[in-house]
């Protein structure tokens, strides 16, 4: 009989931004086995395993819940203060000497767990994680549309500038463009490009977690939000316009009474 063991994998996302070359202070142990700008991976006691991603990701192979709220605790002094509790995502890898690499609904099931696994599980599970923090924002960004809208339905009229409301359409291009640039959701990782092998595992995970699915309905959502708030602009805009219009126009009346004025006086 094969020697068989489960290995829970957990991956928290933060708010905050996280400093990989500090990874081992910010685990509070652990030796770091690879490292680069945006991540390291980091070998703990025994045969567990962590990475720790510079967007504000650290996923965890192998410890106890204990173990984790353990390290969590010294992430948390080291960054400024939370909005809530770290989003929690968790996964499992089954590990059979027998077994060749194939991915379930709630597992990935390996021969052995080797250090390019934990890379590229641990980024998608990172990414996975991550993009939940961006689907919170992306909630509450839609609440103030709505809020807007609702005004808008009540009164006829929106209050507020439309600089406010194209500050409000930056929000979203920001938020746009950290989900794609600080994920790195359209660029594979290196050791893709180097081994077949991993480039399959990679692509199956994506699949799996639906990356590239969850990215295409936040983008939905972010565009639909940006369509309406330009529609706020411009009924702001047309406010303006209109009042623009009417200081003309009093300007224009107070103009002709001065000139009846002056004429009446004159006589």
């Known amino acids: 009989m094969s020697d068989r063991r489960l ?22 142990r652990g030796v770091v086995v690879k490292a ?22 650290v996923v965890f192979f192998g410890q106890s819940t204990g173990e984790c ?7 948390l002094r080291t960054l400024a203060l939370e909005p809530h509790a770290p989003l929690h995502d968790s996964f499992l890898v089954e590990v059979d000497p027998d077994a060749k690499p194939r991915i379930e609904f709630d597992r990935i099931m390996v021969p052995e767990i080797e250090a390019p696994l934990v890379e590229l599980l641990g980024l998608v599970l990172a990414q996975s994680v991550t993009m939940e923090y961006y689907d919170e924002d992306i909630s509450a960004l839609s609440m103030r549309v709505d809020a807007l809208a609702r005004q808008l339905q009540a009164k006829g009229r929106l209050t507020g500038s439309s600089n406010d409301a194209t500050r409000f359409v930056g929000d979203i291009l920001v938020t746009r463009n950290q989900i794609v640039l600080t994920l790195s959701l359209l660029d594979a990782p290196p050791l893709t490009w180097e081994d077949a092998r991993w480039d399959r595992l990679y ?7 639906e990356i590239e699915d969850r990215f295409r309905t936040l983008e939905h959502k972010l565009r639909l939000i940006q369509s309406n708030l330009e529609i706020f602009v411009d009924v702001l805009q047309h406010r303006r316009s209109v009042m623009l219009e009417w200081i003309v126009i009093a300007l224009i009346a107070f103009e002709i009474l001065m000139a009846i004025y002056e004429a009446r006086g004159r006589r």
């Open 7 to 28: 290995v829970a994998v957990d991956a928290y996302g933060f708010a905050g931004t996280l400093k990989p070359k500090d990874a081992p202070q910010l685990l509070g």
């Open 36 to 57: 680069t700008k945006t991540f390291a991976v980091v070998r703990l006691d025994g045969a567990a395993w962590a990475v720790v991603h510079d967007f504000g990701a």
């Open 69 to 75: 709220e353990a390290s969590l605790a010294h992430i």
């Open 203 to 209: 692509r199956e995970l994506r699949g799996a977690f």
